[in-house]
């Protein structure tokens, strides 16, 4: 059975920073496809970042510069940091794994966390 829990989200000023962490059991990180999505009230889920099994990333270009997405394999746990927070960086952030076809093309995913919410004031 996987399982992705999220933490880390929180309320922060605008110009802040957040380390968001997904720790994942059933599946080996290291071994798969990961993502970090964002979903904002109206608007659509959109990929913020994805890391594959081969250490490859790839990064919405709203993010590019203050997101990063990485993994540590021996807690089985991916990270997204967030610098330079924007108001518009509010949203829910939900950790995902699947194909990285299914991530990074097609916006979907096998399994999804249940979310952690990131608030961003100015």
């Known amino acids: 059975q996987v399982q992705l829990v999220e933490s880390g989200g929180g309320s922060v000023q605008a110009g802040g920073s957040l380390r968001l962490s997904c720790a994942a059991s059933?599946?080996?990180?290291?071994?798969?496809?990961m993502g970090w999505y964002r979903q904002a009230p109206g608007k659509q889920r959109e990929l913020v970042a994805g890391?594959?099994?081969?250490?490859?990333?790839n990064y919405a270009d709203s993010v590019k510069g203050r997101f990063t997405i990485s993994r540590d394999n021996a807690k089985n746990t991916v990270h997204l940091q967030i610098n330079r927070l924007k108001p518009e960086d509010t949203a829910v952030y939900y950790c995902?794994?699947?194909?990285?076809?299914?991530?990074?093309?097609?916006?979907?995913?096998?399994?999804w966390g249940q979310g952690t919410q990131v608030t961003v004031s100015s």
């Open positions: 890391i594959s099994s081969a250490g490859f990333t």
């Open positions: 059933g599946i080996i990180i290291s071994k798969n496809s």
């Open positions: 995902a794994t699947g194909s990285w076809r299914s991530l990074v093309v097609a916006g979907t995913a096998d399994y």
